[in-house]
Every structure is written in structure tokens, then in C-alpha cells.
């Protein structure tokens, strides 16, 4: 019963906030669309807490660094996003370009000053960063994106893809990890709700001046140890590694491969 009154209220929260932000779009200047995006988002993180009983806990906040600064995000859950967006009041964040299939989306999205890239990466996605990641750094904005560029399950990662790395180095910025075990509460985008304290935790900032290989393992080295951390935590289990897999994108190709092969 949980789940079903949390996912009404979702859609009727999303859609009236998003015909809302619609209409603010067409209004000069982000303030009056950024302001319905931030009250929807807490909203949201209000129907979790009283509809699905998942309640968030935020630790590491001190450890964020003055200024402008990127931050990269483990991406367990649909909830990412709206718990890390309630922690700041204006952030811009990297998303993939399947939001803008959804009816006056694309609009809202491009008032706000997304990054939206392509969800297959590659050269066109590292574009997308450059140009659209230079005007919120040009606004001292702070940026959120999800290195691994897909949703996660519970217990495994993706590969860490380098545009988070290509800003980091164009921006000279610092980055933020991110650890999250949301995951087990609001697993991806099911339906299904499991009631209990989510918590994100921001770590050091890894500062400025790494190289790519470095700098890729060792965000994914500490946001995949300590989310595993947390996972642990909540479940009051051993520490499991999150185990690689392939993405998505990785398995269609393979499978396109051998059925041509």
C-alpha cells in the first residue's frame, strides 16, 4: 500500500509540477522555473519520507569545499536525483536525452540549464558536456553527473565513463564523490518501495591537477567502497564489493554482434 499511494502521488506531483514549470518557461530568466523545480523536489522527498517511509539521512555536508565544484554520484535509484537536488539551491545536474521524450520536458530542461547528453556517449556526449557543462561553470554553478551513466542495482557498477574526468580537467574544479545506498529502498525505477533511512554521504574532494587514469580510479574507488560501506550498514551484513557489469549499451552491442556474427 506504500508503494501504490507513493507512485499516485508521484505522478500526480510530476505532472502538475512539470505543466507548471512549463508555463514558468516561457517567463525571461531561470528564477521563476528553478523556484517550481525545487518545491516539487521537496515534494517529492516528502512523499517518500511520509507515503513510502524512506526517510534521508545526509552526512559529509562539511566537507564540501567554497565555490563551485562537481559532484559525482553513485546511481542506485529514481530517487537520486530528487535527494541530492534538495540538498542545494541551485544546482545543475548532467541527464540522459531519454528525459526529453517526455512531453514539456525538453523545454524545462533547457530553462534550467541541464546538461543533456547523449545516453550512449562517446564523442557527441563529450560535446554536449564541454558546451553545455562551460555555461553553468561560467555561473558558479555546481554541477551534479552519475559517472556511470545508467541506473545501477543493488551490489554492482558500471564502468566509470570519462566525462566527468573531461570537465574536471576543462572546469578546474574540484569533485565531490557521492556514496548512496538508496538503492535497497527505491530500487532503480520498480515500482516497489521498501520502508528505512537512505543515506548519502559526501566525501573529500579530490582536488584538482590528476591525470584521467588516475583520477577515474580513484573517484570509483571511493564512491564503490563506501557505498558498499553503507549498503553493509543498512543491511547489517558483511561488506560486499560491488561487482562490474556490463552496461546496457555494452549488452545490446554484444548481442547485435553474435546475432550477425
Known sequence: MRSLAFNIAYWILSIAYASAAAFAALAPGRGATGWIIRRYVKR????????????????????????????????????????????????????????????????????????VVNNCG???????????????HAEGRTILIYPEGN???????????????????????????????????????????????????????IPTGLGKEEFLARLEGVVEERTAELIAEARGGPIVPNVLVPTPDEVAKAKKAAATA
Open 44 to 115: 517529492m522527498v516528502q512523499a517518500m519520507r511520509v507515503l513510502a517511509g524512506i526517510r534521508i539521512e545526509v552526512r559529509g555536508k562539511e566537507r564540501l569545499p567554497s565555490g563551485a565544484f562537481i559532484i559525482a554520484s553513485k546511481h542506485q535509484s529514481w530517487g537520486d536525483g530528487f535527494a541530492t537536488y534538495d540538498q542545494f539551491d541551485d544546482l545543475a545536474f548532467v541527464t540522459g536525452d531519454h528525459l526529453e521524450k517526455f512531453p514539456l520536458l525538453g523545454m524545462v530542461l533547457t530553462k534550467l540549464g541541464a546538461i
Open 122 to 136: 562517446g564523442r557527441e556526449a563529450r560535446d554536449s558536456l564541454k558546451q553545455s557543462g562551460a555555461a553553468a
Open 151 to 205: 541506473l545501477a542495482k543493488v551490489g554492482e557498477k558500471f564502468r566509470y565513463r570519462s566525462g566527468v574526468w573531461h570537465m574536471y580537467r576543462d572546469f578546474d574544479m574540484p569533485v565531490v564523490p557521492l556514496a548512496s545506498n538508496l538503492g535497497l529502498f527505491w530500487p532503480q525505477e520498480e515500482f516497489r518501495k521498501k520502508s528505512g533511512t537512505a543515506t548519502l554521504e559526501f566525501l573529500d574532494a
